[in-house]
């Protein structure tokens, strides 16, 4: 087992060799957050308001560097190829644990080549449905789904990403069988939905908010320990007889693995400073989503245990990426 400064590290094996900088001398210039996803999304929304938090604690610029494309590989190879010296990070989210298993060859690995910074936040995913669909809640959709096994189809931004694996578990959890049509993203997707191609649609709870408000969707539940606060309303997939199921985006800052220890303290200390600040929590609510402040330890242990939860998933549905 390995110890907690151990785990902590997720750095064996670093491939850079740097002289440690003293933490009072950093920053001394701007820092660059790498996001694998467009701009607009809820990844670079996250990463704006905690790198805007950055910036007036810190006294420097935070960039936000937007590299989508294969998955977010590209993203987090660019992160460990720069120098480790703290001024290049990455907002990570569930894609950094789950492309270990899901591509092959294995195009990295986090726990060497990477090291958590901190924990920021989570979004629910939510399972929603077309306005005129006739599904009005999610027992409804349950009892539909078991009496007709593999009938009803759902729609997701992609194979592999975290809303399909989202719907993996609970289509294992709740024994039932839907019918999975990945799209490119998940504009695509609820377009669908919204138009009746498809009666479903599993997405973060962000990308539904305007079709909700427009009356053309309806959110059957968030997959999640607490309802979301950009819909209250809305019964979680625990409150819905699920105890302790939880299927969530969840968002932290990571570094390349030689990133002197006294740097990933003050960047740690900083971001614990954001997350307490009103402007991070007003931005991450608005998302639909809660901050979640806490050591180092605690991200690097949820991306090795979220590692192996995405591997035996992958592995019992052959799940294949796009």
């Not at 990295?108 to 306005?131: C, H, N, Q, W, Y």
């Amino acid at each position: 087992m390995k110890t907690a400064a151990a785990t902590a590290a997720l750095a064996v094996g670093a491939p850079h060799v740097l002289a440690q900088p003293a933490a009072a001398a950093y920053p001394s210039r701007p820092i660059k957050i790498v996001v694998g996803y467009a701009a607009g999304g809820a990844v670079d929304a996250v990463a704006r308001a905690v790198g805007q938090a950055l910036s007036q604690s810190m006294g420097q610029p935070v960039v936000i560097e937007n590299k989508p494309g294969a998955g977010t590989n590209i993203a987090v190879k660019s992160v460990i190829a720069a120098e480790p010296d703290g001024y290049t990070l990455m907002m990570a989210a569930n894609a950094l644990a789950a492309n270990m298993a899901l591509y092959q060859p294995m195009p990295f690995d986090a726990e060497k080549d990477l090291v958590a910074i901190s924990l920021v936040g989570r979004v629910p995913v939510v399972l929603a449905t077309g306005a005129g669909s006739g599904i009005t809640s999610l027992p409804g959709l349950l009892q539909a789904a078991k009496a007709k096994p593999g009938a009803l189809a759902y729609a997701s931004p992609g194979n592999g990403s975290t809303p399909h694996m989202a719907i993996e578990f609970l289509e294992r959890e709740a024994g039932i069988d839907l019918q999975h049509v990945p799209y490119r993203g998940g504009a695509a997707a609820l377009t669908d939905v919204i138009g009746g191609q498809v009666p479903l649609v599993a997405v973060n709870a962000l990308e539904v908010q305007p079709h909700v408000k427009s009356g053309k969707l309806r959110v059957l539940a968030a997959l999640s320990a607490n309802r979301t606060a950009i819909f209250p309303d809305v019964p979680t997939i625990a409150e819905s007889g699920f105890p302790g199921f939880e299927a969530a985006v969840w968002y932290g800052l990571v570094a390349p693995a030689a990133t002197p220890k006294a740097v990933v303290t003050r960047l740690h200390a900083e971001v614990q400073k954001a997350l307490q600040g009103k402007d991070v929590r007003e931005r991450m609510t608005a998302v639909g989503g809660e901050v979640l402040p806490g050591p180092t330890e605690q991200f690097a242990q949820l991306i090795q245990s979220e590692r192996r939860r995405y591997e035996k998933l992958v592995r019992e549905a052959n799940i294949k990426p796009d």
